[in-house]
């Protein structure tokens, strides 16, 4: 298998890696470092996207993968459901940065213009009240909050 990404998450609680055979695993550090195998420690072992799997980062509660260039998926950490498919409209995820706190993702696009795409449902709610004077749209709601908790 090659790898194409190995990270720890903030407070070093996860390992994740990626893999070019579309696989994504997240390790439980603790349960290593106590003597489990690595089969023992793995958490989630998924094929995350269609084509390689560039880049893990795994977070608080959620992980996010990279895949074939313009899809970045978010993931629940324990579950491995998939909560998010975000795909690009301004070219590929040729680096993508995660702050901390796990609420939102950076990125660069084509053009070289920073980009954020948040995570946490409560600050992109916030936004959106903050700068359209609406509420969510179905699709929009479909999107951006698939556990069906759109707010109005």
Do not use: N
């Not at 579309?22 to 269609?50: C, K, N, P, W």
């Not at 070219?91 to 990125?107: E, H, K, S, T, V």
């Not at 959106?128 to 004077?133: K, M």
């Amino acid at each position: 298998m090659v790898l194409f990404s190995v990270a720890f998450s903030p407070d070093g609680s996860k390992l994740a890696m990626s893999s070019q055979a579309r696989q994504g695993m997240v390790f439980d550090v603790e349960a290593i470092l106590g003597g489990a195998s690595a089969d023992d420690a793995v958490t989630i072992y998924e094929e995350m996207h269609t084509g390689p799997t560039q880049r893990v980062i795994p977070g608080g509660d959620s992980i996010v993968s990279t895949g074939g260039g313009t899809e970045v998926r978010h993931w629940d950490a324990t579950t491995g459901t998939l909560l998010v498919d975000l795909s690009s409209d301004y070219g590929d995820f040729l680096q993508l940065y995660a702050l901390p706190d796990g609420r939102a993702l950076y990125y660069p696009d084509a053009e070289g213009v920073l980009r954020r795409y948040l995570i946490d449902p409560d600050e992109l709610a916030t936004l959106h009240r903050s700068r359209v004077q609406r509420g969510f749209t179905e699709s929009e709601c479909t999107r951006f909050f698939p556990h069906g908790d759109c707010p109005a």
